[in-house]
């Protein structure tokens, strides 16, 4: 079956769908439900596909995998076009002003990192859903690249880096990934401690919260990897679980991670809740498949969009520390926003 032809008859015909591509992988994965019936996912004993939010009050969904096939990926040779960033001084200002005020609780609490985030509107005109996920896939092919949509919720799409939790015969892998940088032709560039810190604090969270509850668990060393015309720190960590019943309590305890939330865990959310100014909705959830071929595997909703009625609603964050400066903040959020722009 041709992925293409699936993608725009499910779209049209609004059934629910979600389309993957793994990581350097050369197919994509369709999983199509039968009804539109909206399910909640709320038992990871299930098995499908889950869509779940940066709020764990807020629902999750699972898409069932009435037709699931994998198709070849062709490869595809676009023109980019550009997206000028137009001026934007009131976004940039409150952005920045939310970033002042993180900086202040980092150094009036206990708190030690808070990722703040914003979302960004373009118009586009002529939104063709096939034509953007070939061009994600083929700019970003070492990303989670996906289309997700369900006609009572909307429709998502995004290119990810980042893994949350795979899980296949007892065996897990996770990563600490965080600290940005612009991609110059090396990838082995020098890191600032700002940087440094930020993915240190992401990674030894990983490792203190998962180490009294898995069977073993082992870090790699800490390594550049390019996403698009950017740069993260990825420390690799991988182990054994005790039963594969584990799942559940090792997604609650790794989502939100401090590479989209901070830490302490409960009070950064707190903070981005009471200041963002906005819903994060499914940026910065997790989404994948459970329990389908005897795996599970869910990435971090990053670099992604929503669309509504002829516009794009892109999300963005960083990591702010007591070292961040809210200039320069704002300024890796716009160069996270051309990741998505690049494809429309
Ligand atoms: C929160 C985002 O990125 C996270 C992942 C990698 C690097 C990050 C950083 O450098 O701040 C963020 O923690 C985003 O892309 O919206």
């Known amino acids: 079956m041709k992925y293409s032809e699936q993608i725009n008859y499910a779209f ?4 629910p769908f979600v389309a ?22 709320d038992d990871f004993n299930s098995s499908g596909y889950v869509f779940a939010p940066f709020n764990s ?19 595809f040779e676009f023109d980019s076009e550009f997206i000028e960033n137009k001026e934007q001084e009131v976004e940039k200002s409150t952005h920045i002003n ?4 993180a900086i202040k609780t980092i150094q009036d609490t206990e708190v030690s990192k808070i990722v703040v985030s914003r ?13 953007v996920y070939n061009k994600l896939m083929s700019k970003y092919p070492n990303a989670y690249v996906y289309v997700w949509y369900h006609p009572k919720v909307g429709l998502w799409m995004g290119a990810t880096p980042e893994t949350l939790l795979k899980v296949k015969d007892g065996h897990f892998s996770t990563m600490a990934l965080a600290g940005t940088q612009a991609f110059k032709g090396n990838l082995n560039p020098v890191w600032g401690a700002k940087e440094l810190e930020e993915q240190q604090m992401v990674a030894d969270f990983i490792k203190q919260h998962l180490e009294n509850v898995v069977e073993s668990l082992e870090l790699s060393e800490v390594e ?22 584990d799942i559940a309590s090792l997604v609650k305890l790794l989502h939100p991670t401090p590479a989209v939330c901070g830490l302490p865990k409960e009070l950064s959310k707190m903070f981005i809740l009471e200041n963002e100014n906005y819903n994060r909705s499914f940026y910065s959830g997790y989404l ?9 595997s869910f990435f971090v909703n990053l670099r992604c969009f929503q669309f509504i009625n002829n516009t794009i609603v892109l999300y963005v964050g960083g990591g702010i520390t007591a070292e961040s400066i809210a200039e320069k903040e704002w300024e890796e959020t716009v160069a996270k926003s051309q990741i998505i722009k690049a494809v429309l």
């Open 12 to 15: 049209e015909a609004k059934k």
């Open 20 to 41: 993957y591509k793994n990581p350097n992988e050369n197919k994509v994965h369709v999983i199509i439900q039968k009804n539109d019936e909206l399910i909640e996912f």
């Open 57 to 75: 009050d807020e629902k999750a969904y699972l898409i069932q995998p009435d037709l699931y096939f994998t198709d070849e990926v062709k490869s």
């Open 98 to 101: 939310i970033v002042k005020n």
């Open 119 to 131: 979302k960004e509107e373009v118009s586009v005109s002529d939104f063709n859903l096939l034509e």
């Open 224 to 245: 550049t990897v390019k996403a698009g015309s950017l740069l993260h720190l990825k420390t690799n960590i991988t182990g054994k679980i005790h039963q594969q019943k």
């Open 288 to 296: 994948g498949n459970i329990n389908m071929n005897n795996e599970t």
